[in-house]
């Protein structure tokens, strides 16, 4: 079966105003999502291939967003830990001009952060037109692990008044009209959930504790998040379901196999930025005349240096 893009992105697609059950999502999902094997082709090598194709179709579609300067991208990334984010950001944007795009890891608030509102931290961190901003993780945290260790609420003091439940529906709304601005004013935003399951986590930490090379990742912090899987779920569904928008949709990628990850993200972000439907600028006549002109000037011969 042909591998068709439109429908692999409307597979991981939250569409707005649904409930999520995340236990609805495989994370360890490969055949389904268009990968089945094919005329000796197995699914790790379609994947790998979509994945190439979608590199090479970002390369063009970033160099297309620099020059029209109309929009900007944000891509958000989130997921427990281990569930592939740095890797996917590495992979995905391998084909990128480093100058025209960002990546944004954010970790525990500072003391100054802490004395802003919630979104103060990432509003200046937005990417400009023509850019592309990567967050690995984002203003997500404030509503999954300040909503799982709650106590975290002590150091960002919101008003008494908001506790609870309205507290949550509360930044759902922030969230949301943040985003509803972010979008009016040119920036496409694509949500990635790194849908990691509890097993294949577990692997993975010990990968990092068996191989040398990758044991400097190992955090005890890690293990302490793991014990509060059920919670981070919960917080998970809530906020899927709560800010998945028309103008900021949420995928829910299955993470389990990191080939998979990286070629769906690398496709449903490259079919994103298509979807704007960018060009390059038109030169006005005026332009185009003093272009010519500047063409002449080139050709002419210089009377100082006729070799060139
Ligand atoms: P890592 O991404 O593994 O380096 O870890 C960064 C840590 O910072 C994670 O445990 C996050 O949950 C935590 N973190 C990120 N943003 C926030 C936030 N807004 N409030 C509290 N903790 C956060
Ligand atoms: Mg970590």
Aim: net charge positive; hydrophobic share 40%; proline share 6%.
């Amino acid at each position: 079966m042909p591998l068709d893009r439109g429908r692999l992105l409307s597979q991981c697609r939250v569409p707005p105003g649904t409930r999520v059950r995340l236990r609805d999502f495989d994370p360890a999902d490969e055949l389904s999502l268009e990968f089945a094997p094919v005329a000796g082709a197995t699914p790790k090598m379609r994947a790998r291939q979509l994945l190439e194709d979608s590199r090479e179709q970002l390369g063009v579609a970033q160099e297309l967003l620099w020059a029209s300067d109309t929009h900007s991208v944000l891509v958000v990334f989130q997921g427990m830990d281990t569930a592939g984010k740095d890797g996917t950001v590495k992979h995905v944007m391998s084909g990128m001009n480093p100058s025209a795009c960002e990546v944004h890891a954010f970790k525990v608030p500072s003391a100054e952060e802490f004395s802003h509102n919630f979104l103060w931290r990432y509003w200046q961190r937005v990417p400009g037109r023509g850019r592309i901003g990567i967050f690995n993780r984002s203003y997500y945290e404030d509503v999954l692990v300040v909503r799982v260790h709650p106590e975290l609420l002590g150091r960002q003091r919101p008003r008494p008044a908001l506790s609870g439940p309205k507290l949550w529906q509360q930044r759902f709304e922030d969230i949301n009209q943040f985003e509803h601005h972010l979008a009016r004013n040119g920036t496409l935003i694509v949500k990635f959930f790194l849908n990691l399951s509890k097993a294949e986590q577990k692997r993975r930490l010990l990968e990092r504790l068996d191989d040398r090379s990758k044991r400097w990742k190992f955090s005890l912090a890690d293990l302490k998040e793991r014990a509060y899987w059920t919670e981070y779920m919960a917080a998970y569904q809530a906020v899927l379901g709560a800010t998945s928008t028309a103008w900021a949709p949420w995928y829910v990628i299955p993470a389990d196999h990191k080939h998979v990850a990286r070629a769906v993200v690398a496709s449903i972000l490259a079919e994103r930025i298509d979807s704007l439907g960018l060009s390059y600028p038109v030169v006005s006549p005026g332009d185009a005349r003093a272009q010519a002109a500047a063409r002449r000037q080139l050709l002419r011969r210089s009377p100082r240096s006729p070799s060139e």
